[in-house]
């Protein structure tokens, strides 16, 4: 069973930065399309980023020229580089496959954006 499991979340002013981690395994980064999700309250799950094999094919209008989502060089874990973020960036963020059917879900990693 593909163990998912969020990391790198913290509680940053707006303007800062936070680079999140999920680590899956070289099998499923390689051959699945996997995308990073918020949860925050009042609003479902919303799709921030997706990446297939090598290459970056979704980025969330509003996170584009902030969010980079990248792979690790050993290819165990999936990336989300968060720069410039927003009060509006808080959120529950969750690794999974873009589309269903979905992995079991993680623990998620928290990101608060506040002064």
């Known amino acids: 069973q593909v163990k998912l499991v969020e990391s790198g979340g913290g509680v940053v002013p707006p303007g800062g930065s936070l680079r999140l981690s999920c680590a899956a395994s070289?099998?499923?980064?390689?051959?699945?399309?996997m995308g990073w999700f918020r949860r925050s309250s009042g609003q479902g799950d919303e799709l921030i980023a997706t990446r297939s094999w090598g290459t970056s094919m979704y980025m969330k209008p509003s996170a584009k020229g902030r969010f980079f989502m990248g792979v690790t060089s050993d290819l165990e874990a999936v990336t989300l580089q968060m720069n410039d973020l927003k009060p509006e960036d808080t959120g529950d963020y969750y690794c999974?496959?873009?589309?269903?059917?979905?992995?079991?879900w993680g623990p998620g990693t928290r990101v608060t954006v506040s002064q």
């Open positions: 999974n496959t873009a589309s269903e059917p979905h992995f079991h």
């Open positions: 070289a099998a499923v980064v390689k051959t699945s399309t």
